[in-house]
């Protein structure tokens, strides 16, 4: 449609150009012809195709793992090919992110980790990590602005954290084969002395809380108005309890109707099931992945799930299973393999959730 219209003002300046050739051309064609180049193009849309997303579960890098940092390029091992294979992919970053700060008085476990551990995740494929979980304020304030000082240093995005509770609720967002994705964080799990402190507000930085319903549920009806797919991860379950408990059973349907369209998580230590709640697609334990400590066949088990989408639609989800050998996920083959992806499968039997949509 815009050729037949600029058809005119090209057919007057070759009349002009035609009728007086030795003459400079008028000015005002030529101020005609400037405004019709300046005028604005409309972009085309891109189309839409399916992309991939792939989520790991809890990592950290206590322990043995610490010595892995001092080449943060080889940090995750083998399973980073499973993530750089992936269009998009995700952890949850289960420690803060500093050298220095005080240890959250009375826990019993408290976790950081050097900036390197940015490095490490970045170089292993993965784009962005949530550290809305029961540790991202292990180092208390001082841990928080320099966990937030590290991600931005780094220009490695994290979610469901942040210098107040806009920051910390807002979503990570990035289009993917002309899909709008956008990825909110949120913790459901808060040791209760630390909800308060914790909890990001208008006026205290910290975590996106998914105790506060109204709040979350904000966020994802927000996202939903500018994206096609809106994706909630969370942290959440019972420490080794293998079926969701009540409150993740409360909230998973509640954050679909408000448009969610994935949503992950974990927490408990061991894999829970995953699978189709409507159209959605919910997975309520991805388990321990880069982890210091785990058992062969429970807390040691674990995999990378990669789900195939399209705007909202989830079109398949592949389970890659590993055991975690000495503190970071290995892929598995052969039997095993099969054996494991069966028992992922199986699952969701105590979840409620079906295998198609």
Not at 109 to 135: C, I
Not at 179 to 185: E, F, K, L, M, T
Not at 330 to 335: A, D, E, L, Q
């Amino acid at each position: 449609m815009r050729l037949p219209r600029a058809l005119p003002v090209f057919a007057v300046v070759a009349s002009l150009v035609a009728c007086s050739s030795a003459q400079e051309p008028e000015p005002e064609p030529r101020r005609v012809e400037q405004r019709a180049s300046a005028s604005p193009k409309e972009k085309p849309t891109p189309e839409r195709e399916p992309y991939t997303i792939s989520f790991g579960g809890d990592v950290h890098f206590e322990g043995m793992l610490r010595a892995r940092l001092n080449n943060p390029r080889t940090a995750l091992g083998p399973i980073a090919n499973v993530f750089r294979k992936a269009d998009l992919a995700m952890v949850n970053l289960e420690t803060a992110i500093t050298t220095g700060g005080t240890p959250a008085p009375g826990k019993q476990y408290t976790f950081r980790a050097p900036p390197s551990a940015l490095t490490a995740l970045k170089a292993a494929g993965v784009d962005v990590a949530s550290m809305a979980n029961n540790h991202g304020m292990d180092y208390m304030e001082t841990g928080l602005a320099d966990s937030l000082a590290a991600a931005k240093k780094s220009r490695f995005p994290v979610v469901g954290i942040g210098a107040d509770a806009a920051q910390a609720y807002r979503p990570f967002r990035k289009t993917v084969n002309g899909n709008r994705v956008a990825i909110i964080g949120a913790t459901q799990v808060l040791d209760a002395e630390f909800i308060s402190a914790w909890t990001a507000t208008s006026e205290q930085g910290g975590l996106a809380s998914a105790k506060d319903e109204t709040a979350l549920l904000r966020a994802v009806r927000q996202a939903r108005k500018n994206s096609d797919t809106v994706i909630v991860h969370l942290h959440w379950g019972t420490e080794l309890q293998k079926c969701p408990n009540e409150a993740q059973l409360s909230l998973a349907p509640k954050l679909v109707k408000a448009g969610a369209d994935v949503v992950v998580g974990g927490h408990a230590h061991i894999l829970l099931g995953g699978g189709y709640l409507d159209n959605a697609y919910v997975h309520y334990g991805m388990g321990n992945f880069v982890f210091y400590n785990s058992t062969p066949g429970t807390t040691g088990r674990t995999g990378v799930l990669t789900l195939t989408i399209n705007g909202r639609k989830v079109l398949k989800d592949t389970w890659t299973p590993a055991t975690i050998q000495g503190g970071i996920p290995v892929p598995m083959t052969g039997s095993a393999r099969t054996q494991a992806v069966a028992d992922w499968k199986a699952l969701r039997s105590c979840a409620g959730l079906a295998a198609r949509p």
